[in-house]
């Protein structure tokens, strides 16, 4: 009775191994690091939804940021780009790297509104402003979201949302199967690299030459597929590879493979119907 008992547990254990080779205390914790990543995920997930419904359902907003496209890019980018505060009432010295600053090598300066910082990326460990930064990030990128859903018709936007749902469920199921059985998926980081920046210049050249319908649906297809391989790269990283301490920076990485997965999923579904 006992002897199956302790079978019946170690099963248990080894079935909830995320890795071979993992050991049992690391892998309880590495399982509470992935819980909390995927609890902040479905927060910022919620956040975008919401934000999203009050800009469709409120047609002023919808309406300004649709008429003014310098104000939605600034939207766009204001999560990127932030003034550093080491007390929110107090400018403080910090060192600012090369490739943070505009201009500049690195030297110490005064924080300023000149400065310009990548805060998720510098605050990704200093709570509470890794939180404050994340919710500002997940809540402009939310209005931009919303304006492309706000342009497109319902149908289109349900069908894209039912779509990324199923693969982002698929590709994180089907990784963390992929994971239990020891494969590995770090040789996807420069193909998906290289497709990003493809996908990225594509779009830089359609402003000045634009591609027809059925062209904007290929590129989109495409792009879908991509940011698809990026939910499996990025989600292996988070099995395999973030730190503990990197429970932002992962949520982040995640949240913005499904945003843009959905964006390119509605982009050629929208090219599509037209």
């Known amino acids: 009775m006992y002897g199956f008992e302790s079978l019946s547990v170690k099963g248990d254990i080894e079935e909830g191994t995320l890795y071979p080779g993992l050991g049992h205390g690391e892998n309880q914790l590495r399982w509470g690091f992935i819980r909390k990543v995927y609890g902040i995920l479905s927060a910022q997930i919620v ?13 002023p907003i919808n309406e300004t940021l649709r008429g003014n496209s310098g104000l939605l890019l600034f939207f766009a980018f204001l999560p ?14 910090f060192t600012v790297p090369e490739w943070a600053c505009w201009g500049g090598g690195k030297k110490e300066r005064k924080g300023s ?12 460990q200093k709570h509470p402003h890794n939180l404050i930064f994340l919710g500002l990030f997940t809540a ?10 706000a342009n497109t018709d319902g149908r289109i936007v349900l069908e894209a949302l039912i779509l990324t749902g199923a693969i982002v469920c698929a590709l994180t199921g089907y990784t963390f199967w992929a994971a239990k059985k020891g494969r590995d998926f770090s040789f996807l980081g420069p193909a998906l690299f290289a497709g990003l920046v493809g996908i990225t210049v594509a779009g830089l050249l359609q402003v000045f030459f634009p591609l027809g319908s059925t062209s904007v ?7 879908a597929i991509i940011f698809s391989g990026y939910i499996v790269y990025d989600t292996d990283n988070l099995i395999k590879r973030f ?4 429970y ?22 929208r090219q599509g119907d037209n």
């Open 243 to 246: 730190t503990y301490d990197e």
């Open 140 to 149: 402009c990128l939310s209005v931009t979201v919303g304006v492309a859903c």
């Open 80 to 93: 990127f780009f932030c003034k550093p505060f080491s007390n929110p009432l107090q400018a403080v010295d």
């Open 47 to 59: 956040l975008t939804t919401l934000v999203s419904l009050v800009t469709v359902l409120y047609s």
């Open 248 to 269: 932002i920076w992962a949520s982040v990485t995640l949240y913005l493979d499904i945003l843009n997965l959905f964006l390119t999923i509605l982009r050629m579904l």
């Open 113 to 124: 509104l000149h400065q310009v910082l990548w805060p998720l990326y510098i605050y990704q």
């Open 217 to 223: 649906a290929i590129c989109s297809g495409i792009g």
